[in-house]
């Protein structure tokens, strides 16, 4: 879990550093501010709450929902889970930087690699989808 929060904790700690040695100028603080900004898109703050994976997939075929795999840091899960909007929490989301077996799901969809987000619907599997695909496929 802590490797979830290095990139937005260093995005906080570079604001901090930026408002310390630029003072209180415009250009210091619209900086921090794109700084915080982007360390919490890219937080796990963003995502629904995690559910691992042997959960999610029981969950998902009782309630025939998609399970979302993602990671912290990936802008493309950032842009899928916008792209969502309050609708993304009726998906089941999985981090496989906490999920070991998530991760290894992943890398057997995806020739080897961990790509996410990577999206498991009922029979079908997408890497990156498109956000209508998925919406199309919530309850």
Same mark, same amino acid.
């Given at each position: 879990?802590?490797?979830? %929060?290095?990139?937005? =904790?260093?995005?906080? =700690?570079?604001?901090?550093?930026?408002?310390?040695?630029?003072? =209180?100028?415009?250009?210091?603080?619209?900086?921090?501010?794109?700084?915080?900004?982007?360390? %919490?898109?890219?937080? /796990?703050?963003?995502? /629904?709450?995690?559910?691992? $994976?042997?959960?999610?997939?029981?969950?998902?075929?009782? #309630?025939?929902?998609?399970?979302?795999?993602?990671?912290?840091?990936?802008?493309?899960?950032?842009?899928?889970?916008? =792209?969502?909007?309050?609708?993304?929490?009726?998906?089941? %989301?999985?981090?496989?930087?906490? $999920? #070991?077996?998530?991760?290894? #799901?992943?890398?057997?969809?995806?020739?080897?690699?961990?790509?996410? *987000?990577?999206?498991?619907?009922? $029979?079908?599997?997408?890497?990156?989808? $498109? /956000?209508?695909?998925?919406?199309?496929?919530? *309850?």
């Amino acid at each position: 879990m802590a490797r979830a %929060w290095v990139l937005p =904790a260093t995005m906080a =700690a570079l604001a901090v550093f930026v408002l310390v040695t630029g003072g =209180a100028d415009t250009v210091s603080i619209v900086t921090a501010l794109v700084l915080l900004m982007v360390g %919490w898109l890219i937080s /796990p703050l963003l995502f /629904p709450r995690h559910v691992d $994976d042997a959960r999610a997939r029981h969950e998902a075929a009782a #309630r025939g929902v998609p399970i979302v795999y993602w990671r912290p840091g990936c802008m493309f899960c950032v842009r899928l889970r916008l =792209a969502l909007g309050r609708r993304a929490g009726r998906a089941l %989301w999985v981090d496989i930087h906490r $999920d #070991r077996a998530a991760a290894v #799901r992943v890398r057997g969809f995806n020739g080897g690699n961990e790509t996410v *987000p990577t999206v498991v619907a009922g $029979d079908e599997v997408r890497t990156n989808p $498109d /956000p209508g695909w998925l919406r199309a496929r919530l *309850p």
